[in-house]
């Protein structure tokens, strides 16, 4: 079938229109969009990140010998010899009761000591004047008071029994070796101290029938919180009874004419003392709990358990436990004040070797408490040190690589693309916020900002969500070769300044600069 010249006319001067026609719309497609004048995005709520990064100096770790750093019996050896173990593990664990027992000690003394500063502090007043023959001028105490104040002391020591008593002879029988120290774990019913009672309650807990048949392993951390509850509000009731026994004491007796004339007299020296006896006796439960918490020896590092010298029954010092290392290594760095104070032993951070894109995993280990010598105020740094398990051996000893780790995350928060904010100082910056995606012109809002991370800026204040804002102006003049350069020279130093800002802030300094996106729009969750 033959297709005549006119059809054949009459078709190419279609295809010739759909041409032009797709031209058109295409051309006024591109007119349309370079007509805007800025990229835009729409503030809206979402998750930001903020990473805090430094550089590290890499040291190789084989080995790590792991021993208990307090006195005790061994009552407990969880691994053997070519065991695999992760840092944190748990090793051998010592008998807890004589460690208990000092933090029940020291938790009584420190609450001796604040009854002690409180009645230094608020001693009874004194009568004093002339009555009538045979009148008893003073201070009247009501009997109900007096009976309240009794039953108060008579409810605690029998509380104190239920929880203290059967604990404390579990703790001392399974105590080997046990000091003068264990036996003042008495019932401090019968002591007196002159102060107003501390807000102390008692925390329920087991029968003293059932505690009396556990073990000394089962005395558990509630158990002794509860008893040093108890016993406090002993102490608090017999301190308000003794007050209330020196008022009735002190207003009685005068067979001189009364008057109502009354002295109080706080001696600064007494409160002085009561104040140095209450920190020392709080330095000695620290240190209680220091020592109660280091009854468990944990693994340093993670590897194989190469020799173990500790034996159920065994001194604490008897001996240490040696973990071979497979591919681990040590990267201490520095932390700054502001970013010290939001990192913890544990948190897991990610290196990256020098001169790799390939990340490795670990955690932090420790973190110094003063501060590296030459550093003071704000710009104090502590060194940090964090485990890296490194199988490949790509941190060579001596080498370096960076660390990071996040140190605030929030959800749910409003936020815009990091490069349409310009920060103005801490936690301060402004955004060009338009009316519509086709405005010309921009106004310039403040805005409080926080977490800053993964290309996102938490904005706190200053802006709403649904918000326009600026992150480009197409109708900005492209620079000549010669500005160009300059500008790159100006922008490198700004570059720096601002990573040096973010990182004593605590961000990412990719993240604090504000660089234009390379996209022109932005999605928010």
Not at 190 to 196: G, I, L, R
Not at 352 to 380: M, R, V
Not at 496 to 505: L, N, Q
Request: glycine share 8%.
């Amino acid at each position: 079938m033959k297709i005549s010249s006119r059809i054949k006319a009459i078709l190419g001067i279609a295809v010739a229109l759909a041409v032009v026609a797709g031209a058109g719309v295409y051309w006024a497609q591109s007119s349309a969009a370079a007509s805007l004048k800025y990229v835009t995005a729409v503030a809206g709520t979402g998750d930001v990140t903020q990473t805090y990064t430094a550089t590290g100096s890499v040291t190789r770790k084989n080995t790590a010998e792991a021993s208990f750093e307090v006195s005790g019996t061994v009552s407990s050896v969880k691994v053997s010899v070519g065991d695999k173990v992760h840092a944190g593990d748990t090793l051998a664990t010592l008998n807890k009761a004589s460690l208990q027992l000092a933090v029940l000690n020291a938790s009584t003394s420190v609450a001796q000591a604040e009854a002690s500063l409180y009645a230094a502090q608020h001693p009874t007043s004194t009568a004093s004047g002339s009555g009538g023959s045979g009148s008893t001028g003073g201070v009247v105490v009501n009997p109900a008071i007096l009976t309240a104040a009794t039953s108060r002391v008579n409810t605690a020591v029998a509380d104190e029994a239920t929880k203290c008593d059967a604990l404390i002879a579990s703790l001392t029988a399974s105590s080997s070796g046990v000091t003068s120290s264990s036996a003042d774990a008495s019932s401090p019913a019968a002591e007196s101290t002159a102060t107003a009672e501390p807000s102390a309650t008692a925390t329920p807990t087991e029968t003293a029938t059932s505690l009396a048949k556990v073990t000394p392993a089962d005395v558990s951390d509630e158990e002794l919180a509860a008893c040093v509850d108890a016993r406090a509000e002993v102490i608090a009731a017999n301190t308000n009874l003794q007050e209330l026994i020196a008022k009735l004491t002190s207003s009685t007796g005068s067979t001189k004419k009364k008057t109502s004339s009354s002295t109080t007299t706080v001696s600064k020296s007494a409160v002085a003392k009561a104040k140095a006896a209450l920190l020392e006796a709080q330095q000695g439960l620290d240190t209680a709990n220091a020592n109660l918490a280091k009854a468990k020896l944990v693994a340093p590092i993670s590897g194989t358990v190469g020799t173990v010298g500790l034996s159920v029954g065994s001194s604490s010092s008897s001996g240490s436990i040696t973990i071979v290392g497979s591919g681990n290594a040590e990267i201490t760095f520095e932390l700054p004040l502001k970013t010290r104070r939001q990192v913890e032993v544990g948190q897991a951070v990610t290196v990256t070797p020098a001169g790799s894109t390939t990340e490795l995993t670990g955690k932090i280990t420790s973190i110094a408490t003063l501060a590296t010598s030459g550093t003071s105020g704000d710009t104090a740094t502590y060194t940090a040190i964090a485990l890296i398990e490194d199988p490949k051996s790509l941190l060579p000893s001596g080498s370096k690589a960076a660390v990071t780790m996040p140190i605030n995350a929030v959800t749910g928060v409003l936020r815009v693309p990091a490069s349409a904010v310009t920060p103005t100082g801490t936690g301060t910056a402004t955004v060009e916020v338009v009316t519509s995606t086709s405005a010309t012109t921009a106004k310039s809002t403040e805005v409080k900002t926080g977490a800053v991370g993964g290309g996102w800026v938490e904005i706190t204040s200053g802006l709403d969500a649904g918000a326009i804002v600026v992150l480009a102006d197409n109708t900005a003049e492209i620079p000549s070769n010669q500005t160009n350069r300059r500008r790159t020279t100006s922008t490198s130093s700004s570059s720096t300044s601002s990573s040096t800002a973010a990182s004593s802030a605590g961000a990412t300094p990719a993240a604090a600069a504000p660089t234009a996106q390379p996209s022109a729009t932005a999605t928010s969750k």
